[in-house]
C-alpha cells in the first residue's frame, strides 16, 4: 500500500512517540540525579519538570500545548515546567513538524509520559509512609495523603520513584479530571517572543562561525558557467568567494558584508531547458487541457446523464495561482562540519530530514549529522525542505569553519520551494426543485513535489492514489450528491514545489466551494441552506482512506449561522458569503464572512468561524491558529508568483503584497469541541474555506464572480 504525504509526516510524527514507554535513558537511583522515567520528562530534585520537545515551535503553540498534556497527566505545576528541544539521536530518531499533527500525535504518548512518571512518584510516596497507594493523590507537584495531611514534594522522591519499574501501560486520567487540558493558558513562550528575548534560527550564534550568503541561478534549473570574485573579495570583511552546488558563497565577517560583497560577484550563468517557462502559458495550458481526458479518482452514479438532463446546467473553469510561503524569518542555519561530523542548529520542520539529506551531501553516516532545532519565525510548509540546511553543511566543510548560511528574502520567493498554481474545471446540474444531480470537479496540477522522493515506478501504477494524496478537498467532496465524478490530469512543470500551508486543500476548497455558491444561486436558493441539505445523514462517507462525518459538517456551519445572524439585511455594496469543509477527514471549519465594496475595491469586515476540532487542549492556541489562518488566507486574494522566462518576477512584500493590520477584519471564532480518541490539527485547516467565503459574499454584494485569484 502506498504511503501518502500526509501519512508519511503522521508516521514520522509518531515515531519519536513509540519510544515514549520503557525507555529509561538517564534513569537513575542516585540521590542528586534527577528523575527521567522516559525521554520524554525528568524531574529534578528541586521539583521542577523539564519536558523535551520533539516538535518545532513556529506559532502555532505548542511550547504551551503539549507541556499542559505532560503536566496535567503528571499533576506537574506548569509555572515549574522548563522546556529544551530534542536533538537528533537515539532517543529521537525521527523529528518531524508538519501535517497539522503535533498536538494529536503527540496526544498519547506524551499522556503515557505523565502518567507512567506520576504513578512512580505514587508508589514510591506510598513506600516512604508505609501507606496503601490508594491513599495517595497527586496535585501540583505533590503526592498528598488527605487522612494526615502529610504532603512530599515530586522533588523529594525522585531517587525512590527512579528504583521503581517503568509502568508499559500506565492509567491515564479521564478526561472529567482534566485540571490543565481545556483550560485557557497564556502562551509558556509569549512574554519573551514579545519582547524579543526568544532566540530564533537567525539569531543563533556559535564560536568562530563565519556569515555566508548565496548567488543562485537567476533560471530554474540553471547552473553557473564561471565567477569572478575579486571585486566581493575587496568588500571589507569578506573573507572568500565559494563555488558551491547551490551556486557562488560569499563568506564574511558579518551578514552585511557578504551581502555587500555578492552585489559585487560577476557570475555568467547557464539558464539550462526551463529559460522560456512562463506561469501564464503553463496556467493557460492546463485550462486547454481540462478538456480532455482525465484520471477518474472517485465516481458515483452516472454524471454525464445526470447533468445533461438537469433543468440548470452550470459549467466554470478555477484558476489558482503560485503562491510563496513568504515567513517573516527567511531560510537560515549554521553548520559546523569537523572530524568527519557535523553539526547543525536550524530554524527546521524537518530535523530528521536535515540530518538524513546533509550526511548524504557530505559521505557521512546519519548517526555524525546532529540537527539542532530553533525557534521559527514562520514555516507554513517551507521549512520541511532541508535546502538551506544541507548548503550551510557543504560550505563549512569547503571553509573549515562553521558558518551561518543566509537566504535574503528575494532568494526564497525566487528560489525557495513555491505553492503550486493549478486549475479546476467544475460542471454541475440541478433540478426542477433546486437539487443536485450531478457534480463533476477536475483538478490539473503537477502532482510531484520537489522536496520528497518521487513517487516509485510500482507506486505510479495506482495513478487514482496519487492522484488523490494531490487533491484534497476534489475527492473527498462531502456532499450527498447522487451522481459524482472527481478527476485529475497531471500537467509537470520545473517549479520548485513544496508543502505550503494546507498544502493542496487552498485551491481546491477555492474552487469547490465557490462552485456550489454557483449552483446554490443557480437553483435560486439560501447557499446556507443548500450547504446544510447537502450535508445531511449521520452516516460517515468513505472517501479514499477518509470516512467522512457529514453531522460534525453540519454542526459547524450551523453555529456559524446562528452567531452570524445570517441572512440579515447589510446594505447597498455588502454581502454575506459562506464556506465549510473537513480539512482531511477531521476538523470542521465553516466561515460565515461579511464583505464591503469601497469604490470598487473589496474590504472584508467580518469573519465569524465555528470550528470543530476534537478534544481541546487550549482554546487560545485555537483562537490564535484559527486568526492567524484567516489572515493568512486573505494573502490569497492579493497577491501571487508569476514567472516569466524561468525567472520570479516579484522579490519581496514590495511586489509581493501581504495582509496588512488594515486589512485584518472582525474574527469572531466559536469552538464546537466534540469527543475523541485525541485531537485534530489546527495550524492548516482554518486556511482552506476563507477565500471561497470572501469571495462568495463579494458575489452577494456585487454579483461579481471570482474565478480566478488574486482578485
Avoid at 523529528?95 to 503535533?102: L, P
Avoid at 473527498?476 to 486543500?505: C, F, H, M, Q
Wanted: hydrophobic share 40%.
Amino acid at each position: 500500500m502506498r504511503a501518502t504525504r500526509r501519512e508519511f509526516l503522521r508516521i514520522t510524527a509518531l515515531a519519536g512517540g513509540a519510544l515514549a514507554i520503557g525507555v529509561t535513558s538517564g534513569h537513575s537511583a542516585d540521590q542528586k540525579a534527577p528523575f527521567r522515567p522516559n525521554i520524554w520528562l525528568q524531574i529534578d530534585p528541586d521539583g521542577s519538570v523539564v519536558i523535551t520537545m520533539a516538535k518545532a515551535e513556529m506559532g502555532q503553540g505548542v511550547r504551551t500545548s503539549l507541556p499542559m498534556i505532560v503536566a496535567d497527566e503528571l499533576d506537574a505545576d506548569l509555572s515549574r515546567v522548563r522546556l529544551v528541544q530534542a536533538v537528533t539521536g537515539p532517543d529521537f530518531k525521527r523529528i518531524n513538524t508538519g501535517g497539522s499533527w503535533s498536538v494529536g500525535g503527540s496526544w498519547r504518548p506524551l499522556r503515557q509520559a505523565g502518567a507512567a512518571a506520576r504513578e512512580m512518584l505514587v508508589l514510591a510516596a506510598a513506600a516512604r509512609l508505609g501507606v496503601d497507594r490508594m491513599t495517595l493523590r497527586t496535585e501540583r507537584g505533590f503526592v498528598i495523603n488527605d487522612r494526615t495531611g502529610k504532603r512530599i514534594g515530586y522533588g523529594e522522591l525522585t531517587a525512590d520513584a527512579a528504583k521503581i519499574e517503568v509502568p508499559k501501560e500506565p492509567r491515564l486520567k479521564s478526561p472529567k479530571d482534566f485540571r490543565l487540558i481545556g483550560q485557557r493558558t497564556k502562551r509558556l513562550d509569549g512574554r519573551d517572543i514579545v519582547t524579543g528575548a526568544a532566540k530564533y534560527g537567525i539569531d543563533t550564534r556559535v564560536p568562530g562561525m563565519r556569515f555566508a550568503t548565496i548567488e543562485r541561478p537567476p533560471v530554474i534549473g540553471g547552473s553557473v558557467v564561471s565567477f569572478d570574485g575579486s571585486k566581493a573579495k575587496r568588500v571589507r570583511g569578506v573573507r572568500d568567494v565559494v563555488a558551491t552546488s547551490a551556486g557562488v558563497a560569499v563568506v564574511a565577517d558579518n551578514t552585511w558584508a557578504a551581502l555587500k560583497g555578492r552585489e559585487q560577484l560577476d557570475v555568467k550563468w547557464n539558464d539550462g531547458p526551463n529559460a522560456r517557462f512562463d506561469s501564464r502559458a503553463y496556467i493557460d495550458a492546463m485550462a486547454q487541457r481540462s478538456f480532455g481526458d482525465a484520471v477518474v479518482m472517485r465516481k458515483e452514479g452516472d454524471v454525464a446523464t445526470a447533468i445533461e438532463s438537469a433543468a440548470r446546467k452550470v459549467e466554470a473553469i478555477y484558476v489558482y495561482p503560485f503562491y510563496a510561503h513568504a515567513p517573516v524569518e527567511t531560510m537560515n542555519a549554521i553548520a559546523h562540519f569537523h572530524d568527519g561530523k557535523c553539526e547543525i542548529w536550524a530554524p527546521t520542520q524537518a530535523a530528521t530530514r536535515a540530518q538524513e539529506f546533509t550526511a548524504a551531501k557530505l559521505g557521512i553516516a546519519p548517526e555524525n549529522a546532529t540537527v539542532h532545532t530553533t525557534l521559527i519565525g514562520g514555516g507554513f510548509g517551507r521549512r520541511l525542505g532541508a535546502d538551506y540546511a544541507v548548503e550551510a553543511a557543504e560550505l563549512s566543510r569547503a571553509i573549515g569553519a562553521p558558518v551561518q548560511v543566509l537566504w535574503t528574502r528575494a532568494d526564497d520567493m525566487k528560489q525557495g520551494h513555491l505553492q503550486h498554481a493549478s486549475v479546476h474545471r467544475m460542471r454541475g446540474g440541478v433540478d426542477a426543485q433546486g437539487n443536485v444531480v450531478g457534480w463533476s470537479h477536475m483538478k490539473l496540477s503537477n502532482p510531484i513535489m520537489s522536496i520528497f522522493p518521487p513517487p516509485s515506478a510500482e507506486e505510479m501504477r495506482d495513478l487514482v492514489a496519487v492522484y488523490q494524496d494531490s487533491a484534497w478537498g476534489v475527492y473527498d467532496i462531502p456532499y450527498a450528491i447522487p451522481n459524482l465524478e472527481t478527476s485529475y490530469v497531471r500537467v509537470d512543470s520545473p517549479v520548485k514545489y513544496g508543502p505550503w500551508r494546507a498544502v493542496y486543500a487552498p485551491a481546491s476548497i477555492f474552487a469547490r466551494e465557490s462552485f456550489v455558491d454557483e449552483l446554490a444561486h443557480a437553483a435560486e436558493r439560501d447557499p446556507l441552506q443548500f450547504r446544510l441539505d447537502l450535508l445531511k445523514g449521520d452516516e460517515p462517507v468513505k472517501a479514499g482512506g477518509h470516512m467522512l462525518l457529514r453531522a460534525r459538517m453540519r454542526h459547524v456551519l450551523e453555529v456559524a449561522r446562528d452567531r452570524s445572524n445570517w441572512g440579515k439585511p447589510l446594505g447597498e455594496g455588502r454581502g454575506q458569503g459562506v464556506a465549510v469543509n473537513m480539512y482531511e477527514g477531521e476538523t470542521s471549519v465553516a466561515y460565515v464572512v461579511e464583505v464591503s465594496s469601497r469604490n470598487g475595491a473589496l474590504h472584508v469586515d467580518r469573519v465569524v468561524a465555528a470550528v470543530d476540532p476534537g478534544p481541546v487542549i487550549n482554546p487560545i492556541g485555537i483562537e490564535q491558529q484559527v486568526e492567524g489562518g484567516i489572515i493568512w488566507a486573505l494573502g490569497q486574494l492579493q497577491s501571487e508568483i508569476t514567472i516569466r522566462n524561468g525567472r520570479v518576477e516579484q522579490s519581496n512584500f514590495a511586489d509581493y503584497t501581504v495582509p496588512r493590520i488594515t486589512d485584518t477584519p472582525a474574527i469572531e471564532i466559536h469552538i464546537v469541541p466534540t469527543d475523541g480518541p485525541q485531537p485534530f490539527g489546527m495550524g492548516e485547516p482554518p486556511v482552506p474555506p476563507l477565500a471561497p467565503a470572501v469571495l462568495n459574499a463579494w458575489f452577494a454584494a456585487t454579483r461579481k464572480r471570482v474565478r480566478r485569484l488574486p482578485v
